[in-house]
C-alpha cells in the first residue's frame, strides 16, 4: 500500500493547501494570465507557494498544472514535460516527509453529446498529462474542480492507464447538483464504482454552502473525503475581489465537516498559507464518525448522469424495462437496420413514463451493427433520459464502447460461463466502474435445479474476485425459467435468490417473462410470481413496465415490505383504484411528461425532438400559418417551458441543450420568411464574450445558444477578448447589450474595465454579466445593468433589459 493511501486510513486529519493564484499574484502573476502559463517561466515562484503552504502545516500541496492539458495549454506547449516540470518543483519542496498531488482540471470543453469531444479523446488528454505528473514524482492523481460526470469519469480512466497510484476526484455543485446535473450522491456512486481512493467537493462557495453537498453524500459514501470550500464568497473591494471569511473563522467553520466524519480538509479560491495554518490548529484529529461512516457491505449502485439505483434488500425493486429490443418488432428493426434511433428513443420515454427506473437497451437484429448502434444510442438516451441504462449485447466490443459514451455506470447484461467471456468483460466493468449481470449459465445445459445454479453461481463469483473486480460491482440472475417444461423452475429460482441474499451478499434480477412462456394468463403469472420474488429478496426485474397487473404487484408489494413510507407511493397511485381499473400513477419526467395539454410542436420543443419539430414546422407552413405565428405561438413557449423546467430542477443542461437544438432547427426553417417580411422587427443585438484573461467559454455558449432562440442576434466574440475589442464590436454592430461571462477570480476585474470604457465612450450599450465567481453584489458594486446566475435567467434579464 502506498504511503499515500495509508495517510488516508490514519488518525490524523490530512490538511491540503489552499489558493495558488493568489499567492502567485503577489509574485508577479497579472490579472487575466494563466497560472500555468506563469508558473512555466516563473518556477521559482510556485516553489515559493509551496514552501509557504509546507510552513503553514499543510501534509498534501497540489501542482500548478489544473489547466494541463492540451486543451488549454496550447499546442506550442509540451503536455508532458509541463506536467512533470510542476510536478517535479512540488516534489522538491515536499521532500519525503510531505505529499504532492497532481491536479488534473477540466479541459473546458463538453464530452459528446453536450459538446463535439469523444470520451476516447478525453482519456488521451488526461493520459498525455498524468503521464508527465507521474515522471515528476506526485504520489496521487486530483482531478479538480469538474463539472461534469463524463469528464471526471474520463480521468479516472486515464488514471487507471498509465499508473497504479491513488486517484482522487473532486466535483463542484451549484444549487445541490453539477453544472450538467449530477447530485452529490450520484457522484459518489459512480466514483466508487470506479474504485477511487479520494472524494472531494470543492469550489463553488464557502464552508457554510457545502454542509448539505456534504449530507447528501454521506449515506452511501465509502471512500475518505475531501472538502475544500472557498473562503466565503467574493466581494469587490478598491477594485480587488476578495473572500470575507477569515482564517479563524473558514476553520472554525471547517470543524463541522470533520464532526461529520470527514477525513481530508483544504481551501480553494481566497484562502492562503493563514487559513491553512488555522485549519491545522482547528482540525488535528479525525472523529470516531470517520471510521464509521463505512458500511462493511456496500450496495450496488447504478447511475446515470443524473440520479442512482441501488440494488439491494432495503431498496426497492429496480424496474428495469425490456423494451427497447428488436425481437418481435419489425419496426424497431427496420429502424435500426437503417441506422435510425426514433423508435428505440420514443420505447424510453413510454418506459419511464410507465415507472421503468432502468432502461435495458438491446439492438442485436440482422444487418445492425451492434458497435456502431448501441454507442450512439447511449449518448442519445443519456441526454433524453434520467434514468441509468443496461447494456444488453453479445458484442465485447459494442459493450466497451457503450460503457465509454455511458456518462455514470450502467449495468451491463450479462457475464456467464461461456469460456473466456469472464476474462473479456469483467476487466472492461473494472475500468469503467459498470456493475454486470452474472449469468449462472456454463456449457450447453440449462441449471434447473437450485443446488446446480448455486454451484455455477459460486465458481463465477469466485473467478470474478480472482480477476479483480469489487463485490459491489456483481449482480446475480437468478434464471427465471419457464414452468410450462420445468415446474421446479419457478422454485429454484426463489432458492436461488434467497441464496444471493444470504450467502453472498449479493443482489438479484431476473427476466420475468421467461415464468410464464407458453402459458395463458401470462401477465397474471408473472405478477404473482414477482410479487414471491420480491419477498424472497429479489432486488431488480426485466419486464414491461407497462403491464398493468405487474404495477400493482408492485406497488403492494413495496408497502408490504416496508420500503415505501407511509405507503406514500401507494397512495398517490391507487386511492381511488377499484379492481380492474389498473390505476397506475403517472411520474413527470425528462421525457416531456405533463404536457399533454401542449400542441404537438411545443411538445417537441420540451422534449427536444428535433426532427418531430422539423415535420411540424414544415407541415404548419404547408397548411398557410404565418412564420411569425408559429414562433411566437409555438416555438417559444415551448422554450419558456423548458427553462421553467430547468429553474424547477425538473431538466438540466443536457435536456436544456437538447431542447434548444430542436427549436433553433424550426427557427432555420422560419428565418428566411421572417427575413423576408417586410414590416418584421428587427432583433435586438448582444456582443457575448469572455472576458481578457480567461479561456473558460462553455457558460458563454449555452447562452449564446438560448439567447439566439429567443430570437436575439448574438455577436459572439469567444474567449479571452480585451475589453477594447468587446466596446468596439459593441460600437460597430450598435448594439443594445453586451454579455460578460468570467470564471476566475483574476479576471473578474476585466469585466469593471469594460463597464468603465463603456461608460467613457458614452455608449447606451447595458452590460449583463454572469459566470461561476460572480455574484449579483459584485454585479451592483461594479456598475453592470444586470446579472444572470446561468444561461435561462441570461434570457430573461436580457429581455428585461431590451424592453426597458
Known sequence: MSAFRKALQGNKVLIFDGAMGTLLQSRGLVPGQSPEQFGRSNPEAVAAAHRDYLEAGADVITTNTFGGTAY?????????AFNAQMAAVARKEAGDKHFVAGSVGPTGHMVRPLGNVGFTDLVQAFRTQIRGLVEGGVDCILAETHFDLAEAKAVVVAARQECDLPVGVSMTFEGGCSLTGTPPHCFVDTMQNLDVDLLATNCSAGPEQLVEVVRDMLPRLQTPLLVEPNAGLPELIDGETVFNLGPEAFAQQMRQFVELGVGCVGGCCGTSPDHIRALGRECPEKSAAANSVFSPCPPVVVTSRFGSVTLGPKS??????????????????AELQAGELQRACALAAEQVQAGATVLDINVGAPLVE???LIPELVLELSRRQQVPLCLDSADPDAIELGLQAAPG????????GEEGKMERLAPLCVRYGAPFILLPLEGGALPVSAESRLSIIQRLIDKALALGVPKRLIV??????????????????LETIRACQERWAVPSVLGLSNISFGLPARELLNSTFLTMATGAGLSGCIANPGSVRLQEALAASEVLLGRDPQAQHFIQGYAEWTPGTGAVPARATASGGGEEERT???RAVIKGETEVVTREVQEALRQGSQPFELVNNELIPGIMAVGEKYEKKEYFLPQLLLSAEAMQAGF???????????DQEKPKKIILATVEGDIHDIGKNIVALLLRNHGFEVVDLGKDVPAETIVQAAEEHEAELIGLSALMTTTMVKMEQTLELVRKRGLSTQVLVGGAVVTPEYARVIGAHGYAADAVGAVKKAKELVAE
Not at 488549454?72 to 508532458?80: C, E, F, H, N
Not at 446475480?476 to 429460482?493: G, I, Q, Y
Not at 432555420?668 to 417586410?678: D, G, H, I, S, V
Open 72 to 80: 488549454k495549454l496550447g499546442t506550442d506547449i509540451d503536455v508532458r
Open 668 to 678: 432555420e426553417l422560419l428565418r428566411p420568411l421572417l427575413e423576408a417580411a417586410k
Open 476 to 493: 446475480v440472475d437468478a434464471l427465471a425459467l419457464t414452468v410450462s417444461s420445468k415446474p421446479e423452475a419457478a422454485r429454484a429460482c
Open 370 to 372: 451492434e458497435s456502431q
Open 600 to 602: 404537438v410542436l411545443q
Open 316 to 333: 426497492p425493486l429496480a424496474l428495469i424495462g425490456e423494451r427497447i429490443n428488436p425481437t418481435g418488432k419489425k419496426d424497431l428493426t
Open 409 to 416: 455506470s450502467p449495468l451491463v447484461n450479462s457475464i456467464s
